[in-house]
């Protein structure tokens, strides 16, 4: 109950925006199940790439089936990190983000819609840049609105709890609607005048239609803030910090990479997985979904927690959490474990996600919440981009080794942040940090 209240009391604008990602994500991460299994079909020609060695030397890769898998589903996330500081740059100069938005959710429905007629892979690798692109324009500028939209410090936290609660929904739930349109294809149309669609064509149909679900809900119901700024002329990345090596904002874009590929390890080994633990691939599913379930369940209380509490505290437990989590999928041989070990990853990035955005936006300089935020949110979507690749590379040195390699990066995070980051709220007298920065 007390979660579905701190939502009722969240700014309605935030819950509108919250609920157009939702719906976009939703689309989008039915991507995510469809597309390894669209690529290993019969559908898809990569018998010709399968043994090529690509470089020279030491330093040849063979490509393998979960390497070709982990290249698409890394690509999307490479572009759009490595993008999305122009874009958030971009979006504060303009002094808007609502067109960002719009533009980048077209980019991916259209996309989306466009795989019902890719059968080569390079056609699959162009189409999944191309999302890459429009998360970059969407993803900056949705988590400067819902910043702006935080009427003090006091509620910052909340916001993006909700907000995170709300995407992750979509982005959880869709990958388990995906498995099931794709198994109960194919779909005859015929009654109202359309072709026989298989299940492949309608997932991507789904991804395509709410994207432009959310386009709609965007372009009717979600507006700029009202007191957004243009930024001033040093509209820069700060690297060094004033006290310290590194700067705070900086610091947590690092750690966030590390979280982000300790995250998306799992993805790329679902056949390998599989095998393992000897489990049917409904499992992998629930696994996979684990993260996000106790993302949705803990993101707003520990949202509104970091308000009162302060963003420290729980960025350090997160941390701490992630190291053991990670390395335990390399090593647990049941399904159930790996179900409570994956709920367990899912309670460490809640305590990551929320807090670090709102301690990015107590510390953003006006007008430059896109370039400020997007730290933070290109850092995750390089670690998801990487997690999927490393461990379709890493894997051939041992089923283990992805996983320890991933938990020896999350113990590198926490001691940066334990080291760099600083609290920034003034928590020693809870009724004056309430009462905001007014």
Do not use: H, K
Request: with cysteine; glycine share 12%.
């Amino acid at each position: 109950m007390g979660s579905l209240t701190d939502i009722t009391d969240t700014d309605s604008r935030v819950i509108v925006l919250a609920l157009a990602r939702m719906v976009g994500a939703a689309g989008n991460s039915f991507l995510i199940v469809v597309l390894p299994l669209y690529i290993t079909s019969d559908l898809v020609d990569i018998e010709g790439l399968l043994g090529v060695e690509v470089g020279v030397g030491a330093a040849a890769i063979t490509l393998t089936e979960p390497l070709l898998i982990g290249v698409v589903l890394s690509l999307f996330g490479f572009l759009n990190s490595l993008s999305q500081p122009f874009t958030g740059r971009l979006s504060d100069r303009v002094g808007a983000r609502r067109p960002f938005v719009l533009a980048g959710i077209l980019l991916l429905g259209t996309a989306s819609g466009l795989y019902t007629v890719a059968t080569s892979y390079p056609a699959l690798v162009l189409l999944r840049a191309i999302q890459g692109l429009g998360a970059a324009l969407i993803i900056p500028a949705t988590v400067a609105l819902v910043n702006e939209y935080a009427a003090s410090d006091a509620d910052r936290g909340g916001n993006f709890g909700v907000y995170n609660t709300f995407r992750l929904i979509g982005f959880g739930f869709g990958p388990v609607l995906a498995g099931a349109v794709v198994a109960r294809g194919p779909y005859d149309l015929s009654v109202v005048g359309l072709p026989v669609l298989d299940g492949f064509d309608a997932a991507f149909v789904a991804a395509c239609a709410g994207a432009y679900l959310s386009f709609t809900l965007v372009f009717l119901l979600v507006r700029d803030a009202d007191d957004t700024a243009e930024a001033g002329d040093d509209v820069s990345i700060r690297v060094r910090g004033e006290d310290r090596l590194l700067d705070p904002v900086f610091t947590l874009g690092l750690a966030t990479v590390a979280m982000g590929a300790c995250i998306a390890l799992f993805a790329t080994l679902q056949n390998q997985v599989n095998v393992r633990l000897d489990q049917p691939p409904v499992w992998f599913g629930a696994q996979f979904a684990a993260v996000t379930i106790a993302n949705v369940i803990f993101q707003v209380p520990v949202g509104r927690a970091s308000d009162r509490i302060g963003r420290r505290p729980f960025l350090l437990a997160g941390f701490v959490l992630l190291v053991p989590t990670t390395l335990l999928q390399g090593i647990v041989t049941e399904p159930a474990l790996m179900m409570l070990v994956r709920l367990g990853q899912g309670v460490a990035v809640a305590c990551v996600f929320a807090p670090s955005l709102a301690l990015a936006g107590d510390l953003a300089r006006e007008g430059e919440s896109g370039t400020t935020l997007s730290v933070l949110t290109m850092g995750f979507g390089f670690g998801v981009a990487l997690g999927p690749l490393a461990s379709g590379w890493l894997y051939g040195f041992g089923f283990v080794v992805p996983f320890a390699v991933g938990a020896a990066a999350a113990a590198i995070a926490l001691v940066a942040v334990f080291t760099q980051v600083e609290e920034t709220l003034d928590v020693g007298d809870e009724p004056a940090a309430a009462a905001g920065a007014d």
